[in-house]
Structure formats: structure tokens, C-alpha cells
């Protein structure tokens, strides 16, 4: 089960696992994103419209997958929003909104997933959280603040649902979707952003895909609680802000 799996990062987990033989389920709010997912994505089984703050909803497309898979062992809470704002200028709505899908959003996933995996054979949780959880980033407050609890978040889950269930949390870097398109719109400052990465460029999602299909995978077994950073070298110094 993905969530946000309509677009970036989360439609590369999408066809990463679809690639590597799993049932997938993605959850999105974007109606014409998961319908243009189904149409490059045949092996996709479930594309779920559904809000992740919207609890009876994300119910509702738990209790589906139940009838049709009795059960989910693997969720990505990928989901995510971003408002860029001043924190003298952002407004209460928008701080809401966004811990509202970033963070409450992922409570609602994980619980709903947890407590199958809980009540079967296990399963593993990964949270996508950033970089901007760790590290003081401007004009995002409300970002940065959901991404560190998803880091919290994470460290809890590990320690209440061993060893039954695994938890971890990746914290990407700059990675090139829509979001960033929104974000930094011009080609230019997105190239004088990406050249001050160690790294020199932005991450494709499917590297993202990449450590997140080998933190579900037994060869991660032994691994749970942590959060992962995959971001070009750019928190190994003073570049984040
Ligand atoms: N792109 C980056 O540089 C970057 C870096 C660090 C972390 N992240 C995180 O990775 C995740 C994916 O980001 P992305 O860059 O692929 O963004 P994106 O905007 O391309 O995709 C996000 C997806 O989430 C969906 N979504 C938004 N609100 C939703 C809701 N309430 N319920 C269900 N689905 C919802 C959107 O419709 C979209 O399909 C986010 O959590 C983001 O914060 C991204």
C-alpha cells in the first residue's frame, strides 16, 4: 500500500514494486493521477481515491483490501503536502493542513495497516519523512515540523510494534517531482540549487524507490526505528537552508 502513489516519488515506488512482483494498492486524492497511473501502470491492482486525513475514507479502502487480499504487509506513508510561507506570514489554516495530511494523515494509515499486520504475520512501515525534519529549512515551518514527527513517529511505532512489524522512515533530499516543479519553478534556480549538492544534481525518484524496496525486503530484517537520509550529501554540511 502506497499513499500519494499518483505522482513523484510514490509512482516510482508504485512500479518498483509492481516490477518486482508485488500486489500493489495506491491511495491518492488525485483522481486523474491514478487514472493515468492505471492506464502506464497495468499491474497495478488497487487505485484507491481517498484523502489520508479523512479517516472513515482510508477505513474504507483498508476494509476493501481485506476482501481482496485479507490483509496489507507492507505500507509506504508517502503522502505529503508542502506550503511555502513566511512564519510571520502562514496562516493557521495552512499550518493545519498540513500536519493534517503530513502527520495525521500517517496516523490514520498506520494504524489501519498496523493492526492487520498486528493481527497476521507481520509487516513493515516505511514513513516518508525529508531532510527538512532534521534541519531548520525557512519559510516551510509547518513542512519541516510534520516531517520531524514522522521521525518521532517512526522511533515510537518501532519500539510498540516490534518485532512483529519493522518501522522505518527515509528522509530524501531534493529529488526531482512535481513537488519541486511547484516549488522552484524555473529550470535555472533549479540547477543552481542542484549544483551545490555534493551530489551535483537532484535525486531521480526511483533511487528513492530503490532504498525503500530494500527497507521492506528481508535483507533489511534487522533494521528498524531509523530513519534514513538519501540526499546527494546535502545535510553533510551547510548547504540545507
Ligand atoms: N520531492 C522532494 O524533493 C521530497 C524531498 C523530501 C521528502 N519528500 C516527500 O516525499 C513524498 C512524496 O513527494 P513527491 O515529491 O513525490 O510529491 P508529489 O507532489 O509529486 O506527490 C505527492 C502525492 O501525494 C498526493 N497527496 C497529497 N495530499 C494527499 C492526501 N491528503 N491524501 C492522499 N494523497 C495525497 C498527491 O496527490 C500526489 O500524488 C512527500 O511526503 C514529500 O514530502 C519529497
Redesign the pocket.
Known sequence: MI??G?????KALARRFVDDGARVAV????RE?LTALQNTLPGLEVAAE????DRARVAEVFADLDRLWGGVDTLFN?????RHASFLEADAAGWERVLA??LT?AFHVAQEAARRMDAGDGGVIVN?S?V?GMVGMPDYVSYNVSKAGLIEFTKTLALELGPKIRVNAIC????H????DREIASPEDQAAMAARLPAGRMAH?DEIAALGAYLASNAAAFITGQAFVIDGGETAGGLAS
Open positions: 499513499t500519494g499518483a505522482s513523484g516519488i510514490g491511495l491518492d486524492v488525485d493521477g481517498a484523502d489520508v486525513s508517502n503522502a505529503g503536502v508542502m495530511v503530513n494523515g516518508v525529508s527538512s530524501p533530499g531534493f529529488v517531482t512535481p513537488l519541486i525518484p
